[in-house]
């Protein structure tokens, strides 16, 4: 059975940085894609990053382009999202995922990760 494990989440100040990682384990085939959501409190989740699993594609929302960059480490299961200048509507739950197209579609999730960014 698949399961992802979010970690790194933290308090920090805005601009700050900091790097989350999500391991899985179980089979990752070339079709997959990894996706990192958030969800702040009283809004719904919404799309961060993901990264194809296959090749070097990866997608981001608007509201984190130029700030964000997600990675991939196929050694160890992991994929990255490393996430600079926070900002303090970065705040919110980071949860990880696993699907088969970049936006949607994702059937398998962690249990994320806290980041509290304090203005």
């Known amino acids: 059975q698949v399961q992802l494990v979010e970690s790194g989440g933290g308090l920090v100040q805005a601009g700050d940085s900091l790097r989350l990682s999500c391991v899985v384990s179980?089979?990752?085939?070339?079709?997959?894609?990894i996706g990192w959501f958030r969800q702040a409190p009283g809004r719904e989740r919404e799309f961060v990053a993901s990264?194809?699993?296959?090749?070097?594609?990866?997608y981001y929302a608007d509201s984190v382009k130029g700030r964000a960059t997600i990675s991939k480490d196929k050694a160890k299961n992991t994929v990255y999202l490393q996430m600079n200048s926070l900002e303090f509507e970065d705040t919110g739950t980071y949860f990880c995922?696993?699907?088969?197209?970049?936006?949607?579609?994702?059937?398998?999730w962690g249990q994320g990760t806290q980041v509290t960014v304090h203005s």
């Open positions: 995922a696993r699907g088969t197209s970049p936006y949607d579609s994702f059937t398998v």
């Open positions: 179980g089979r990752i085939f070339s079709s997959h894609v």
């Open positions: 990264a194809r699993w296959n090749d070097h594609r990866t």
